[in-house]
């Protein structure tokens, strides 16, 4: 029986990347996100392509009703989820935190952290049952260290750190492996709405060095979750080569 794999926040970036590396290895696909047009798009292209079944919820994580309502209403068969990416999620702001903005702050924490765990309180049982499955959390280095600018940012994914700790160890008793996944400076649209739009701030976090791509997050999350049964990675840190902590880069 093929694969099952729900991800969040799969209409751009290290989401869709990962969509289209598990389309490649026919595994079906659950895929979630706000822009229904880009969903669907994603849902053809895969189908078409790969001639996988896909299917797609346009629902916003933050809305634990909608998450409910969506994810509970899924067909019996799809329930049974072998993976489950939490990778909706997002940066708003790099300002200090005496002059940052409450929306941003809200914004950060209800979709990094809330989202998150809204969507594995739906899953998580159905993987308890079955005495199977996997979690990635998508992290960052901004979960490991604290950075000017960031204060809030870097708390939310704090929290997802702790919260990838803490379910591991809530799981274990079920044979659930927990992968937390923690990316340096990936070139997604990441930069692009942290500054709202801002094309020169977005251009100057990549330039003089090569980033990270969807694609890189990506193949790493594949060979996390096609390792053998009794193999996790816990927790993975990877960056560019060019990239020594959050905020020190060799740029040319």
Aim: glycine share 6%; proline share 3%.
């Amino acid at each position: 029986m093929k694969r099952i794999a729900l991800i969040t926040g799969a209409t751009s970036g290290i989401g869709m990347a990962t969509a289209k590396k598990f389309a490649q290895q026919n595994i079906s696909l659950i895929i979630t996100g706000r822009r229904n047009e880009r969903l669907l798009a994603l849902a053809k292209e895969l189908e078409d392509k790969y001639n996988i079944e896909v299917i797609s919820l346009n629902f916003d994580v933050r809305n634990n009703d909608e998450v409910v309502k969506n994810l509970t209403s899924l067909p019996s068969e799809w329930k049974n989820i072998d993976i489950l990416v939490n990778n909706a999620g997002l940066a708003a702001g790099k300002d200090p935190i005496q002059s940052a903005l409450l929306s941003d702050w809200e914004q950060m924490i209800d979709t990094d952290v809330k989202g998150l765990l809204y969507v594995s309180k739906v899953v998580l049982p159905w993987m308890c049952e079955r005495k199977k499955g996997h979690v990635i959390n998508i992290c960052s280095i901004a979960g490991k260290e604290v950075y000017a600018g960031g204060s809030v940012y870097c708390a939310v994914k704090h929290a997802v750190d702790a919260i990838s700790k803490g379910m591991r160890i809530d799981c274990l008793p079920y044979n659930i492996k927990v992968t937390n996944v923690c990316p340096g400076a990936v070139e997604t649209e990441f930069s692009m709405v942290r500054f709202k739009g801002d094309k020169e701030k977005n251009d100057a976090t990549y330039k003089g060095f090569t980033p990270l791509t969807g694609e890189d997050i990506a193949d790493t999350i594949s060979y996390c979750v096609n390792l053998p049964e009794h193999v996790n990675i816990n927790d993975l840190v990877i960056m560019p080569t060019a990239q020594a902590n959050s905020g020190l880069f060799h740029r040319k």
